[in-house]
């Protein structure tokens, strides 16, 4: 699985939308980018997925720029339950992967701020 | 109910002691996984299984065991606790053509 890189920390306004980067440059033509993301030691939460296409859902915002070496993950507008550790994750698809794990980074520590 | 359950929640243990974390899910899925969680880091894959007869070693299975003993339970054990096996365990679940996994509340571990 590609290894992708994410800033280790962001800040964000209550409300504001949030834009969380992940670089994954060595992404392969079948892998996905996955997020998922862990509230101060709970279990992380998936929270979307995408290939290629821009993806949406009732959380968050997945843009996959058209080279596919990067993604953004938007939360259009961040409350104070949005602070959270969120991790990029590129992964062949289920299907595909030979039963492959997801791996972990390090993510990003986004703190929302009142 | 939650869907992946954990117990116990805390654990404090000595060290060299034998200890084990359980894992239930009502989720119906087939695939189980443990991983562990260090202070500011990311979360690291002890140890996985894609049905009742299929265990893998993850990433840092030394030191530990595992066993599927249903589809709905799989449980991760320290057969002689050290300091440094001190984390927050995950329990997490999917099902082979899903996208998301699902995890357990966690289990905080010390060893002392």
């Known amino acids: 699985d590609a290894k992708t890189t994410q800033p280790p920390s962001m800040d964000c306004a209550e409300g504001r939308a949030a834009n969380l980067p992940c670089n994954h440059s060595?992404?392969?033509?079948?892998?996905?980018v996955y997020w998922y993301r862990q509230i101060h030691s709970q279990g992380p939460q998936y929270i979307i997925h995408g290939l290629k296409n821009n993806e949406t859902n009732e959380m968050a915002s997945l843009i996959i720029t058209e080279d596919r070496k990067s993604s953004t993950l938007i939360l259009p507008h961040a409350t104070l339950r949005d602070t959270a550790v969120y991790y990029c994750?590129?992964?062949?698809?289920?299907?595909?992967?030979?039963?492959?794990?997801?791996?972990f980074g390090k993510g990003t520590r986004l703190s929302v701020i009142a | 109910d939650a869907d992946v359950t954990q117990t116990p929640r805390n654990r404090i243990t000595k060290t060299g002691k034998r200890i084990m974390l359980e894992c239930s899910q009502t989720k119906g899925h087939d695939r189980m996984y443990w991983y562990r969680q260090d202070p500011g880091l990311g979360l690291r894959l002890i140890y996985y299984?894609?049905?009742?007869?299929?265990?893998n070693k993850g990433e840092i299975s030394d030191g530990y065991s595992v066993s599927r003993q249903a589809q709905a339970k799989f449980s991760l054990s320290l057969e002689s606790a050290i300091p440094n096996q001190t984390a927050l365990y995950f329990c997490?679940?999917?099902?082979?053509?899903?996208?998301?996994?699902?995890f357990g509340s966690g289990t905080r571990l010390t060893v002392v």
């Open positions: 994750i590129v992964r062949v698809a289920p299907m595909n992967s030979g039963n492959t794990p997801l791996v």
């Open positions: 060595t992404i392969s033509g079948n892998e996905y």
């Open positions: 997490a679940t999917s099902v082979g053509a899903n996208y998301g996994y699902t």
């Open positions: 299984s894609f049905d009742v007869k299929d265990i």
